[in-house]
């Protein structure tokens, strides 16, 4: 028998969830008052979003419509203006600003379009900043309530799943007693734990766990490598500090070949899943 090498072609198909396609499952699951929210936050955060204001009706001023008014961008400039008030009866010349309209002398029609909320050139008053309106990163809470969003849509589930969201520290862990949480909220315990386990299949892999124990078998299981074997040794990780080797062959059930490997995977799992996203937002120069 002789080997060879060998090159082959195979083209399969598969559905990707593109970033596009996730937004638009995600947008499709909110409500109108939701889907509002989300609108004013992207506006809020991104600079380069505007929002598409719709053309209100000017009301029809005193006296007859005047049907050769200029045109500004395809719109009459004046409904109906009268001589002396901006308007000089030639349609050649144009329209200018009326000077009892408080507009400085030389500002042009482009310029009186472009000044600021309320009349002002320097955009001043409340409007935001240009920092509070830039694209923040999202933190570890804004992407797990993301997740409950699309994942519950019970009201009663959502309310837990906010609640236990909420006391979530950064490295990922749930420092709140889920006995005290179905207190605060009068509700059952096992009803607080069902959500419990629900979130704790959310990205990222072992977060919302209540030990480090519980991590590293939240990432295990995600993997599908959470044997009874892995179980023991998760469960004597103080003799795993201690390098106590025999001891933990005599525990977990293994062959001596297998332990080196089964502490290997253990090392390559992340016992701080959230400090992914505990960077702080970068300084704007």
Sequence with gaps: MSSALRLDLKQTQGLVMTPQLQQAIKLLQLSNLELQTYVEGE???????ERAE??????????PERSDAPELDGRPALAAAEPGDGWSGDADEGWAPPAAAGLPEGLGVNEFASVGRGGSTDFGGDDA??????SRPATLRD??????T????DPVARLIGADLIDQVDEAGYLRGDVVEIADRLGLEVDAVRAVLARLQQFDPPGVLARSIGECLALQLRERGRLDPAMERL????????????QGLIRVCGVLPDDLPEMLAELKALNPKPGLAFAAGHPDTV
């Design 43 to 49: 506006l809020e955060q991104n600079p380069f979003l």
């Design 150 to 153: 699309l994942d519950l849509h």
């Design 54 to 63: 719709e053309a209100t009706e000017r009301p029809p001023a005193d006296g």
């Design 234 to 245: 998760i469960d004597n990780l103080p003799m795993v500090a201690q390098a106590d080797i």
């Design 143 to 148: 992407h797990l309530l993301e997740q409950l």
């Design 129 to 134: 900043t240009f920092d509070d309106r830039l």
